[in-house]
């Protein structure tokens, strides 16, 4: 019965998450993020604002984490879906640039470009992908010391961020009328280039998984 109780509390607390996340979106797109506020969002997701600052710091956070839902699952299960024999590296590039890059809602890219706040929400919001990503490393590599697979899962979220921030925040480019920020050149380049740099470091972590597989 315990049991039962956990996983319906669980339940609830992830139904208000979603409510929340997609009532901020959905006021964002029809009067502009400005002019959304936390008790608007509580409003309309049929909770208290207390109970919203349970759940997002700010409706930023609220607004890009429906833009990004499920993302870092879905990065996550796709590394770890791949075949051993893919190597490590390729197997993140591969599912990054799939999540990353897949056709997006214009008018939801747009509402983020336009508005500082959410590009610095969206950005900080590639560090979700750590944990999960620190899981599907860990069983590729054969549950090697701790610190390793975290260590490499940061320095993803890491790269991930840093191609973002080059793409949302082009040095030198003009902003738009109101603010708005264009994205720039080819994300799938700028993210293929970040992940490049850990590639040393994923390809060792792989050897020394075979030699601990080998002994």
Request: charged letters at 25%; a neutral charge.
């Amino acid at each position: 019965m315990t049991t039962r109780r956990t996983g319906l509390r669980e339940e609830k607390k992830r139904a208000t998450r979603v409510a929340l996340r997609e009532a901020a979106l959905r006021l964002a797109l029809e009067h502009g993020p400005a002019d959304v506020r936390v008790d608007d969002i509580a409003e309309a997701a049929g909770v208290s604002p207390r109970t919203y600052n349970n759940y997002f710091s700010s409706r930023e956070q609220a607004i890009v984490a429906a833009v990004t839902a499920g993302r870092e699952s879905r990065i996550a299960a796709a590394v770890s879906a791949r075949p051993t024999h893919v190597r490590l590296a390729d197997a993140l590039a591969d599912a990054i640039l799939e999540q990353y890059t897949e056709p997006r809602d214009h008018d939801e890219l747009l509402l983020i470009s336009a508005s500082p706040a959410l590009r610095d929400a969206f950005l900080d919001a590639a560090a979700a992908i750590e944990h999960p990503l620190a899981a599907a490393i860990d069983q590729r590599l054969g549950h090697p010391d701790p610190p390793a697979p975290r260590v490499l899962a940061a320095g993803v979220a890491a790269a991930v961020r840093i191609a973002l921030q080059q793409w949302l925040r082009p040095p030198a480019a003009p902003l738009a009328s109101g603010g708005l920020v264009v994205p720039s050149g080819s994300l799938p380049d700028l993210l293929r280039a970040a992940l490049a740099a850990l590639e040393p470091a994923l390809d060792a972590a792989e050897e020394q998984a075979r030699q601990r597989s080998r002994g």
